[in-house]
């Protein structure tokens, strides 16, 4: 041990060490000046040099900010992001056990599927949209060939939360979900599904207690992936959402017409969100790891 500690570095160390923390500073550079920023004084602005340390801007965000409801925002981002997870990580566990199978034409619907992930992401939303639209008009016709005009009048769309805005999501959430899948199940030792099947469990046993254990780490990361990547999304929600905002959205539009720190208070309070989301995904990572481990 103490040769180790009285060994010089490479001569390459110390500018790889310099290049690290320059990277490192840009990555978390900005979002650290958000946090310090709203926590500025009554008389703080959006700029350096940082006027007193309160809680001010934050009391300000909570009484609102203008026109905007940022409170309905908050609610509509959190209830899309939970059921976006929800759908993630129940057709990614679907999918990955069904590709532990051949199936026919496995290959051309696992592309399919990931082909979102290098397409534009604003065309997909414009094209989500479109097809909505495009809904909307053939069931007006249809409520106008059969003469219901009560129903007629109080359509309005079919674009959404839980339609359009959730489909263009998935289209996110989902690949990276398979991937996660695929990778976990080619790594899975089908022997522990033999052993239960030979102790006369049923398949839907064996995958309770024996499968679902196993990869029960890997579905909270799904999981946390689904939310995480919902909770931001801009580009795919801005053409297929309708006529209400998420938060990121809202975000986006407040950036040119707010312009005192609480749009700081909003971005640590947003993050805060999604780091707290990541603690519980990676603490019940850890549990379900530890568990399964004492099982074994």
Excluded: C
């Amino acid at each position: 041990m103490s040769n180790r500690i009285g060994e010089k570095r490479a001569a390459g160390f110390w500018p790889l060490a310099l290049v690290f923390a320059l990277f490192v500073l840009f990555l978390y550079g900005p979002m650290i000046t958000i946090f310090v920023l709203s926590f500025q004084g009554p008389e703080g602005g959006l700029t350096f040099p940082l006027r007193g340390v309160s809680l001010h801007w934050f009391y300000k965000l909570a009484e609102g900010l203008g026109t905007v409801d940022i409170g309905a925002a908050f609610r509509r981002s959190l209830a899309l992001g939970a059921v976006v997870m929800a759908f993630t990580v129940v057709l990614s566990v679907l999918a990955g056990l069904a590709f532990r199978k051949k199936l026919a034409g496995s290959n051309a619907l696992f592309f399919v599927t990931v082909a979102s992930l290098i397409m534009p992401s604003i065309i997909i939303s414009l094209g989500i949209g479109l097809q909505f639209r495009l809904l909307d008009t053939g069931i007006k016709e249809a409520l106008t060939a059969m003469d219901a005009t009560g129903a007629l009048e109080n359509y309005g769309t079919a674009l959404g939360l839980f339609t359009s805005a959730l489909g263009a999501h998935l289209t996110w959430t989902l690949p990276f979900g398979l991937l996660i899948m695929f990778a976990v199940f080619n790594r899975f030792n089908p022997a522990y599904e033999e052993a239960a099947r030979d102790l006369g469990a049923t398949p839907w046993q064996t995958f309770r207690h024996v499968v679902l254990p196993l990869i029960g780490p890997s579905i909270v990361g799904i999981g946390m992936f689904g939310f995480t990547l919902s909770w931001d999304e801009i580009a795919r929600t801005s053409q297929a959402i309708g006529d209400v905002n998420t938060l990121p959205l809202e975000l986006q539009g407040l950036t040119s017409t707010v312009t005192t720190p609480s749009i700081y208070a909003l971005g640590t309070v947003t993050t805060i969100v999604s780091l707290g989301v990541m603690a519980v995904a990676l603490g019940g990572a850890s549990l379900l790891r530890r568990r399964s481990t004492r099982r074994s």
